[in-house]
């Protein structure tokens, strides 16, 4: 997920078929030399590396980075940037023509369908260690007992929320435990004339990102939509809106737009991530943040965004002994602890997220998060899951406009999802 937009989180069952036009690359090389595939080149030669962070220019630390690593693994870097859609098509008509690069970054639900698509190298195959990081995080990138690809860093939601706001409706933040105190709190608020929580409902990949928190909080599990615990998430969010704790614009909002009703100052709560803390620090109020609660308390499990670090399969396998070099120095700890600053994401590994933890207190919550988060794939779910969340946002759209009860509207989505 993007600090600044939703783009890390904008895979839908669209942007999994395969693009059969050119796409357009939206960034710019660290090395002139070299072809922008992998054939022909020699184990010595040029490595490609694609990622979807065309935000870094030529010059940026992350292309010096890069670069970095090329050199400490003998070889030169050319890379290209993409936004994330277009990576992913990218990738399938690249490897359907047997000139993908050799190290690929991309979007962590993606990763099941490229494996699944034949692809992506496996761990086993490229070497690459991933044996300290956090099993949760590691398990976005898994897929029929295999591993694909390490995870550069991770974010999630949470809730922000308005210190002067709460206060003025008598509401301790600290007696926020789970989904009664909360409703409580948010009665409190607007019957002291604020407003209550704004969220992103929209039918989209960032509604069913956002619902995550609160679906997997009651208990309920993806693999059942029609569970009593899935009915109880999609009318908590009903009875808010009924009830005026939330907006009628979480039907339309974006994350962006949902923070921005939040930056106004008239919001208790906001649910969003670990990207809009920067923006959090320059919105004039003092603010809070506190994990989602699940429903009986405790911290809900929130879906993970961030990126996987891959090596896409290769005609001649000998460069995966340079590949390999190139991801663990991309991932190895001094480098991800700049490089997951500079991503506004938390680090995958134990002793990196300790390390955030110390340095910046604004970070101990979203440790917290993470810790607690799920991969979307997880569960075995791989290339199911964008068809689920297909289904899923559209249940949630169903019941908060009216159109269907929760638990109908969860039906239907059941029946559709198989």
């Known amino acids: ?217 009651s208990g309920a599990q993806l693999t059942d939509l029609t569970s009593d615990q899935a009915v109880s998430a999609v009318t908590l969010w009903k009875d808010w809106l009924k009830d005026g704790y939330a907006p009628n614009s979480v039907l339309n909002n974006t994350q962006t737009t949902s923070w921005q009703e939040f930056a106004t100052g008239q919001y208790a709560f906001s649910e969003n991530g670990t990207w809009q803390l920067a923006n959090a620090k320059k919105a004039g109020f003092d603010y809070g943040i506190m994990a989602v609660p699940a429903q009986n308390g405790g911290t809900a499990p929130a879906p993970t965004g961030g990126e996987f670090v891959t090596v896409p399969v290769q005609k001649d396998t000998g460069r995966y002994s340079a590949s390999d070099k190139i991801v663990s120095c991309l991932t190895s700890s001094a480098n991800l602890l700049a490089t997951d600053t500079t991503l506004s994401y938390i680090a995958p590994t134990k002793a990196g997220q300790d390390t955030q933890s110390s340095t910046d207190p604004d970070l101990k919550v979203w440790v917290q998060a993470v810790q607690a988060a799920k991969g979307r794939t997880s569960d075995n779910l791989g290339t199911k899951y964008p068809k689920i969340s297909e289904q899923l946002w559209g249940a949630v759209q169903a019941a908060l406009t009216g159109s269907k009860s929760p638990k109908d509207a969860l039906t239907a989505a059941q029946a559709a999802a198989k």
């Open 1 to 217: 997920m993007n600090r600044s937009t939703p783009r890390r989180i904008a895979l839908g069952s669209a942007a999994v078929a395969v693009v059969l036009t050119g796409v357009a690359a939206c960034g710019s090389s660290a090395s002139s030399s070299g072809s922008s595939g992998s054939s022909g080149s020699s184990a010595q030669g040029t490595y490609t590396i694609w990622d979807p962070y065309p935000q870094f220019a030529a010059g940026s630390a992350w292309e010096k980075l890069l670069d970095s690593c090329g050199t400490s693994a003998g070889v030169k870097i050319k890379r290209t940037a993409f936004d994330t859609t277009d990576l992913t098509n990218k990738e399938l008509l690249a490897a359907q023509q047997g000139n993908s690069p050799d190290v690929l970054i991309v979007d962590n639900p993606v990763v099941s369908t490229l494996a699944d698509a034949g692809v992506l190298t496996s761990t086993e195959e490229n070497k690459v260690d991933t044996s300290q990081v956090e099993p949760n995080l590691l398990a976005a990138g898994q897929s029929g007992g295999k591993t694909y690809g390490t995870p550069i860093g991770a974010n999630t939601l949470a809730l922000y929320y308005n210190k002067s706001v709460l206060k003025a409706a008598g509401v301790d933040p600290a007696s926020v435990k789970d989904w009664a105190s909360l409703t409580a709190a948010l009665a409190k608020v607007k019957a002291a004339g604020k407003k209550g929580i704004t969220f992103s409902a929209i039918g989209t990949e960032e509604g069913s990102f956002q619902f995550l928190p609160w679906y997997w909080g």
